[in-house]
């Protein structure tokens, strides 16, 4: 059996278990399988290609320590878990940025509409119950809805297989923030924690998949 094969099955079987652990209420589970997620696709990643993307490393690097601290109960755990993702995000928005075409001011306006209208309205929704995390919450959600711009400001460009993975994988990871934030601020249910890290695997996987396919464009890949 092959290094891929062995780090993919780690990383389903770690996903799973998580999963499991959140819907059967296994704190345990949780804690135990919660950071081998992205532990395991940067392995995951590290096996697969032979030239890294180090700001794609340090984007997992930072989305592991985002979820480690939000298993932690506490606004400052909170807080500093929202940074850390923030900071992941940026990195995110660096890697499509790097390689984004010139674009007509239509391209750039069709981009950003669907991500400023589902900002304002989250926005709009939450303020009342954001409190003294309000200015956080907005500086976090307008970046990840900058990821989802320029992703899609990519596709709409070229369309590949690469911008389209990381395109929807920032669409999904966006689903998953805004459901996060509904959980937390409004409305916390057992279905929303489950569809929280659901979404989320997928948005990592996908945004995975996206820079092994731009590696296999360069044909470096193990």
Known sequence: MSKK???LLIFILVSFLDIVGIIFKIPILIQLFKPFILLSLIALYVVY???RNKTYVLALIFSLMGDVFLMFEG??????????????HLFFIKIVFDRLQKSTISKVLFSISPFLTLFLLLIFFLKDFLNEL???VIIYGFTISTF???AMLDYVNTKTTQSFLMFVGAVIFISSD???AINKFYNTTQIFAVLIMVTYIVAQYLIYKSMVAGQRLKGITK
């Not at 606004?75 to 992941?88: D, N, P």
Request: net charge negative; glycine share 6%.
């Open 5 to 7: 094969i062995i780090a």
């Open 49 to 51: 290609v032979s030239e």
């Open 75 to 88: 606004e400052l755990y909170f807080i500093v878990g929202l940074v850390s993702f923030l900071i992941a």
């Open 134 to 136: 309000l200015i956080p």
């Open 148 to 150: 989802g711009v320029v």
């Open 178 to 180: 805004s459901i996060l």
